[in-house]
């Protein structure tokens, strides 16, 4: 089973930037579509950004467009999301998984996920 986990969320100030990290172990990584998802406290859980198998294709929130940039390396088994003019409501905790819309071997087991706050 791919195990997956996240890393560089931290504190930072209005207008600041973030670069996430998402290692996964398991052979389906490379061929499978992935994704930056996030929970706001008291939301449900959103896809942020997703990229296609072989990062030729990338889609976004709106909200997030121009701003955040998904990226992945597949020989490192990892998939990127950097953060920039980040905002008080980019604050929640974010995960990486598979795409749930375009996946065909399923999603993984969620990681812990990586806590990014950002203060006004």
């Known amino acids: 089973q791919v195990q997956l986990v996240e890393s560089g969320g931290g504190l930072v100030q209005a207008g600041g930037t973030l670069r996430l990290s998402c290692v996964a172990s398991?052979?389906?990584?490379?061929?499978?579509?992935m994704a930056w998802y996030r929970q706001a406290p008291g939301k449900q859980r959103e896809l942020v950004a997703g990229?296609?198998?072989?990062?030729?294709?990338?889609n976004y929130l709106d909200s997030v467009k121009g701003r955040f940039t998904i990226s992945r390396d597949n020989a490192k088994y990892t998939v990127y999301l950097q953060m920039n003019s980040l905002k008080p409501e980019d604050t929640g905790v974010y995960f990486c998984?598979?795409?749930?819309?375009?996946?065909?071997?399923?999603?993984?087991?969620w990681g812990k996920g990586t806590q990014v706050t950002v203060s006004s």
């Open positions: 398991g052979s389906t990584f490379s061929q499978n579509p």
């Open positions: 998984n598979a795409d749930a819309a375009r996946t065909v071997y399923g999603m993984y087991h």
């Open positions: 990229i296609t198998a072989s990062g030729g294709r990338t």
